[in-house]
Every structure is written in C-alpha cells, then in structure tokens.
C-alpha cells in the first residue's frame, strides 16, 4: 500500500497536484453523444444548456469502423466549444481495447485543458485505476493541463463489485461511478437481455390464499444491492454515485422509476442516452419541493442541528437534521443552475 504522505502527491514532474475535495458540482444528467455524426456535433451548443454534463462516448454502441472518427470528433467539439459550467466527460474505450491508449494520449494532448472526467469502462480492481492515473498524470505534465483531470469508474463487471471498494480508494482522481448494468448483467450471467431497469420474472410470490384464489406476485429491484454496495463504497470514500443506461427509450415510467430508486438510495445524477430522457433525469434528480420545503422547516427548528423537536407530529433530531441538510444543500445547488425550481423551493 502506498505511504499515506503520499497519496496527495502528483504521480509526474510537471503534473498538477490531485484535490482534496471534488469539485462541487451539480450532475444530475450525464448525456451520452456520439462524436462522429456531424449532426450531433452541430448540436452540442444547444445541448449543453440543457444538461448538466455533456459525454462524448468512445466505447460501446460505437462501431469500430467509427472509433477513430468518434475520437476526432470528440477532440474537435471539445476544442471549439465554450462549455461554460457545463461539465466535459468522455468515456474511452476499455483498456485492453486497439482504441484506449490513443484516446488518452491524443484526448488529453490536444484538449486536456477542457476535458472534466475520463470515464473508464470495465474497470476490474484499482490497478486500473493506477495505470490510468499514471498516465493522465505524464501527459498532464507533457502537455501543461492545469487541473487535474478526474477518473469515473463504471462499475460493470462481476469482479468489478467485487472490489469496488478498493476502486474508489484507488486515487484521488477517483471522481465516482456509475452503474453499469448491460455489461454487468453478462459479465455475473444474469439471464437478461435489457439495459437496466427491472424483470417481471424477479421477485417474490405472497403466500398461497386459504381460499385458492390468485397469490400476488411483488416485483423486487434487480440492482438493489449493487447500486447499495455502489453508493457505500463512494460515499464512504467522499466520492459520487450514479445510475447508468437506461435502454427501453419507450417506456419512461420504468426509467423515472429506476431512477427514481438511485436517488433516494444516494445517486446524484444518472446517464441519459435519448433527448427524451433529460427532462425525466432532472425532475427525478432535483429533490421534491415538498420534501425540501419540509427539511427547510426542520433546520429552522433546530438552528444549530441537535435537540429534538416535533414537526407535524414526527420526530426531529440531529440524525434527521442531517437528512435535511442534505436535501436543503443539493436544492440550493439545483437553484443556482435551474431558478424556477429555485423559486419553487424558496431560495
Ligand atoms: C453500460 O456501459 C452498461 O454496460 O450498462
Ligand atoms: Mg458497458
């Protein structure tokens, strides 16, 4: 394990030192485009005032024919563009891929000044980790980037659960993770064919009735446990959760609901793959007025955040004072980035 003294220190002559703390930023949807269609290129102006963090994908769902284009394209709008308090992430292509080491080397030469967080796919252990914080750390140094560029792990391989843990303890690039359930799903052989989302066979049936009529069947959530294990392995090391892909782009009821579930167990924000899918994101990823109203109310009962006072006939004290900041804190975010919902919540 490396020395503690350490761990701060640039990995490079040159490189800029790692933060202490994450950028606090809002990022409640991280929209994927593809770089190499010049009609999605044209429309990343528009797109950025819209989302909270723009992607360029490199890795899957482009063809490999596409790969080099994708990559030029990626570099080409990440230079011209201004994106503003937009974030910029790309996601290369996995590292034992033809495609992952050009998409660093030639990503963080030409535009590593504008580049946010580097999405590594398939990340298996922290020696993925390390061997990309190394790199990005001599070509920081090579090419004079003045912010260190963050690292987002997906979390998708069985081996990746695994340890995931010591992948968020791996650098202080780590920015967070995200959940991939596709890859996840073959890599553990799930019997599944979809993109996140739940399964009508996967659940548990109630008791027969006395009377033998129709046992109820509860559908349970296929991604409990990972997006659990996900959001404590972050959290506990300082970092970001977030849900994946959602893939059924007609059915937005499932995919407020997946949603749904990652953000009351602790994700920030999710991937959006499909326009339609950003409103959905937003709304999901912006704490309810209600709920901030009410937390609004707790810590003013309780100014200085211990005691126990009664509000509405429910139980306050430090622990919930807690609950509360946290939603009052992310709902002061979304209002500096979204003022209506701002004015909705009172700020
Ligand atoms: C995302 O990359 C996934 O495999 O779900
Ligand atoms: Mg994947």
């Known amino acids: ?53 723009l992607l360029g994908n490199l890795e899957d769902a482009i063809p490999a024919d596409a790969k080099e284009a994708a990559r030029a394209g990626f570099i080409e709008v990440a230079k011209a563009v201004d994106f503003g308090d937009t974030g910029l ?6 590292l034992n891929s033809p495609w992952c080491l050009d998409d660093i080397i030639q990503i963080v030469s030409a535009a590593g000044d504008k580049l946010d967080v580097l999405m590594v796919p398939k990340v298996e252990g922290p020696w993925d980790i390390h061997y ?27 081996q990746g659960v695994k340890n995931v843990n010591e992948i968020a303890q791996a650098s202080p690039r780590m920015h967070g993770m995200s959940l991939g359930p596709a890859d996840l799903s073959a890599s553990r052989g799930m019997k599944t064919t979809r993109v996140g989302g739940g399964h009508p066979f996967y659940g548990v049936l109630a008791d027969a009735n ?16 990972t997006v659990a294990r996900m959001v404590d392995a972050c959290m506990s090391n300082g970092l970001k959760a977030f849900y994946g892909p959602f893939g059924d782009f007609e059915d937005n009821d499932a995919c407020k609901a997946q ?4 953000f009351l167990q602790g994700c920030l924000g999710t991937w ?18 209600d709920e901030v109203l009410f937390a609004k109310r707790i810590l003013e009962a309780m100014p200085d955040g211990s005691g126990a006072v009664m ?8 622990a919930t004072w807690k609950q509360a900041s946290v939603i009052v804190n992310l709902a002061k975010l979304v209002a500096k980035k979204d003022p209506e919902r701002g004015a909705a919540y009172g700020f």
Do not use: C
Request: proline residues 8%.
């Open 311 to 318: 509000i509405d006939g429910k139980m306050q004290d430090d």
């Open 272 to 289: 959006t793959l499909h326009p339609k899918q950003i409103e959905i994101a937003k709304d999901v990823f912006s704490p309810e007025v």
């Open 132 to 158: 990309v914080d190394q790199l990005l750390a001599q070509l920081e140094a090579a090419h004079h980037v003045k912010k260190p560029i963050l690292i987002h792990a997906i979390l998708e391989t069985a």
């Open 210 to 225: 006395e009377d033998g009529s129709e046992r109820t069947f509860f559908q349970q959530d296929l991604w409990h446990y």
């Open 89 to 94: 992430w790309t996601r290369v292509n996995a």
């Open 259 to 262: 949603f749904r579930n990652a």
């Open 1 to 53: 394990m490396k020395n503690p003294l350490n761990f701060y220190k640039p990995l490079a002559v040159g490189a800029p030192t790692p933060l202490r703390e994450l950028p606090v930023r809002l990022e409640r949807t991280i929209h994927f485009f593809p770089p190499q269609s010049e009609k999605m290129r044209a429309k990343v102006p528009s797109m950025i005032q819209q989302v909270d963090v």
